[in-house]
T-cell receptor
Framework: TQLLEQSPQFLSIQEGENLTVYCNSS?????LQWYRQEPGEGPVLLVTVVTGGEVKKLKRLTFQFGDARKDSSLHITAAQPGDTGLYLC??????????????FGQGTILTVHP | EAQVTQNPRYLITVTGKKLTVTCSQN?????MSWYRQDPGLGLRQIYYSMNVEVTDKGDVPEGYKVSRKEKRNFPLILESPSPNQTSLYFC???????????FGSGTRLTVV
C-alpha cells in the first residue's frame, strides 16, 4: 500500500502570514494533485503537477513537485481568512496493475485568523 | 453544468439491508472512483474504474461492490451494510487519473 504523509495536520495562523504544507512518500507517483475541501462538500481540485521539478502558481498559491516525483509542497503567500479549509494532496499511481489508483494524504486543516 | 451527481445525500439504514448509492457524471469521463472519508483516517479509495466493465479494488473494498455497465454511471452497492460502514462517501470522475478528479457532494451514510 502506498502512503502519502502530509504535514502539518493543523495550521493556525494570522492573516498575512506565509505557510507551507508538505506531502512526502517513498513511492513514485505519475502525478500529484492538490484539493481543497469545505465542510460538508466534496474536495475541489486546485492543481495537478505531473513533471518532476514542476512548479505551478495559482494566484497566491505555489505548488511544487519534487524532482523524483515522490513529494510535493503547497506554499501560500499572505494568507487570507478565505483560505481557511482542509487541504488534501493525492498521488496518482505511476503504472503497473494499479494504474488509476489515487492515494490521499491525511489532510491539513488550515485556519487563518483576521 | 459539468458535474458528478450522487444520491442520496443522506441515508440512515439498518444492519443487513442492502442499499445502493448512485453516481452519475455528465462529462464523458473514463475514470470513476468511490471513496469513504472518516475522521482521523482521511479519504480512502474503495473501488475505481478505468472504463466500462473495467473495475479494480482500492484500499478498502471489503463489504462493497461496484459495477460499470455504462460510462456515465458507477453505483456503489452495500449488500449487507454493517455499522462500521457508517461514513461519508464520495464519488469522483476524471478524464484521466493524472488530470485530477471532479467530486460529487457526498453521501452521508449511517448504519444502525
Amino acid at each position: 500500500t502506498q502512503l502519502l504523509e502530509q504535514s502539518p495536520q493543523f495550521l493556525s495562523i494570522q492573516e498575512g502570514e506565509n505557510l507551507t504544507v508538505y506531502c512526502n512518500s517513498s513511492s513514485v507517483f505519475s502525478s500529484l494533485q492538490w484539493y481543497r475541501q469545505e465542510p460538508g462538500e466534496g474536495p475541489v481540485l486546485l492543481v495537478t503537477v505531473v513533471t518532476g521539478g514542476e512548479v505551478k502558481k495559482l494566484k497566491r498559491l505555489t505548488f511544487q513537485f519534487g524532482d523524483a516525483r515522490k513529494d510535493s509542497s503547497l506554499h501560500i503567500t499572505a494568507a487570507q481568512p478565505g483560505d481557511t479549509g482542509l487541504y488534501l494532496c493525492a498521488g496518482a499511481n505511476a503504472g503497473g496493475t494499479s494504474y488509476g489508483k489515487l492515494t490521499f494524504g491525511q489532510g491539513t486543516i488550515l485556519t487563518v485568523h483576521p | 453544468e459539468a458535474q458528478v451527481t450522487q444520491n442520496p445525500r443522506y441515508l440512515i439504514t439498518v444492519t443487513g439491508k442492502k442499499l445502493t448509492v448512485t453516481c452519475s457524471q455528465n462529462m464523458n469521463h473514463e475514470y470513476m472512483s468511490w471513496y469513504r472519508q472518516d475522521p482521523g483516517l482521511g479519504l480512502r479509495q474503495i473501488y475505481y474504474s478505468m472504463n466500462v466493465e473495467v473495475t479494480d479494488k482500492g484500499d478498502v473494498p471489503e463489504g462493497y461492490k461496484v459495477s460499470r455497465k455504462e460510462k456515465r454511471n458507477f453505483p456503489l452497492i452495500l449488500e449487507s451494510p454493517s455499522p462500521n460502514q457508517t461514513s461519508l462517501y464520495f464519488c469522483a470522475s476524471s478524464l484521466h487519473s493524472n488530470y485530477g478528479y471532479t467530486f460529487g457532494s457526498g453521501t452521508r451514510l449511517t448504519v444502525v
